[in-house]
């Protein structure tokens, strides 16, 4: 048995062992890290956490208003009635051609923080401010006369619609009641398995999982694993626009019993991808690394791959492969629903994340 019984939030039960063999590293190579203690801000107020459809929409329409020009919007419908955005943003008095392109996106509804995060940055950008109103110290000039950063805040905005927090934070769930909320509960009582697509022909579940997204009348799909999710099409359609530089997609996951509370995870074909993806891969996640690092987070020490199971791996392949061959691509992953890691705290590993991403993708 692993010693670090990961929940299942987000990464796959391989991460469990991924992280075990990490910490007998760790044991041997390197002192165990500092307790930080929480920030004595942990319950965010709903106005500046922006995570669910009728909080993050509005805010995306007023942008799209105000910063005509500097704002472009792609929408899809969902079959549940919302609309999903991939929100773009650039100076637009300068040709795009040079600029470098970026594309951060989150599919999962059972963990907003990557949400709340990508609209607190936006709003940096924007506004020139925090949503909680602290003015920003971000070069957002130099960004956006540098870069064309298209931002998917939440992918299965049907999803988050079902949510019942605004925020996972340890102190009302268990994290196996956190799951049963995300993947669902079977007619046994038991959680309902995560599968890439399923059909309500072969399975009823007693509750629906809000990571599930209906896109027919029987077909559901969990959005990262199933190319005609509304999140694929998005990320599709932003990483056709031209050559991306980075692809960074924003999760979360539990870390339940490891003292780590942030990781970025490679391509699970990281060693077959060409050597200049593997590289800039790799770079990338070290530069967000040391980014969480130097701010007093508490990630993982080293990137790599998940193993994942064979049938997992043929999700990843079929939705993501043509991608990963030809654009650099991260997945990072912030602690969901612990005490270690309150809402705020959150909020802030993501900013953190995407601040590194487009520094090291403006480096040159
Ligand atoms: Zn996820």
């Known amino acids: 048995m692993n010693r ?13 062992a991924a992280l075990a063999s990490v910490a007998a590293l760790c044991s041997a190579a390197e002192a165990p890290p500092a307790e930080s203690p929480a920030p004595a801000q942990a319950q965010p107020p709903a106005a500046w956490w922006l995570a669910k459809p009728d909080q993050t929409e509005p805010k995306i329409l007023e942008w799209a208003a105000r910063f005509a020009g500097t704002v ?85 905005p049907d999803g988050r619609s079902r949510s019942p927090e605004a925020w996972w934070d340890g102190r009302r769930h268990a994290n196996e009641q956190f799951l049963e909320v995300a993947f669902g509960r079977g007619q046994d009582g038991k959680r309902f398995p995560r599968q890439g697509r399923w059909s309500s022909k072969e399975q009823q579940p007693e509750r629906l999982g809000i990571v599930y997204e209906q896109i027919s009348d029987h077909e559901y799909v969990e959005p990262n694993r199933d ?49 200049k993806i593997q590289d800039a891969n790799r770079l990338a996640a070290e530069a967000i690394g040391r980014a969480w690092q130097a701010a007093g987070a508490r990630p993982t020490p080293e990137a790599r791959p998940l193993g994942y199971g064979e049938d997992q791996i043929r999700y990843f392949r079929k939705c993501w492969g ?41 480096r040159d």
Do not use: W
């Not at 709340?116 to 006369?145: K, N, P, S, V, Y």
């Open 4 to 16: 670090f019984a990961l929940g299942l939030g987000c990464a796959a039960p391989a991460l469990a």
């Open 72 to 156: 472009s919007l792609v929408t899809a419908k969902t079959r549940g009635g919302h609309t999903a955005y991939a929100v773009t943003v650039t100076d637009p008095s300068l040709p795009d051609a040079g600029k470098k392109r970026l594309v951060f996106s989150q599919p999962h509804a059972h963990e907003p923080a990557a949400t709340a995060g990508m609209m607190d940055f936006l709003a940096q950008l924007l506004e020139g401010r925090r949503l909680d109103g602290r003015d920003t110290d971000l070069a957002r000039r130099r960004i956006l006369a540098a870069a064309v950063l298209t931002f998917i805040p939440d992918g299965n």
């Open 227 to 275: 190319p005609d999710s509304t999140f694929f099409r998005l990320v599709r359609g932003a990483l056709e626009k031209g050559p991306c530089g980075l692809h960074v997609d924003l999760h979360q996951t539990e870390f339940e019993k490891s003292d780590r509370n942030a990781m970025v995870v490679l391509p699970f074909m990281q060693k077959e991808l060409p050597e």
């Open 322 to 362: 043509d991608i990963y061959r030809t654009v650099p691509h991260v997945t990072v992953e912030i602690q969901n629903n612990s005490l270690a890691t309150p809402p705020a705290e959150q909020m802030r590993l993501m900013d953190l994340a995407i601040r590194a991403s487009i520094d090291f993708a403006l």
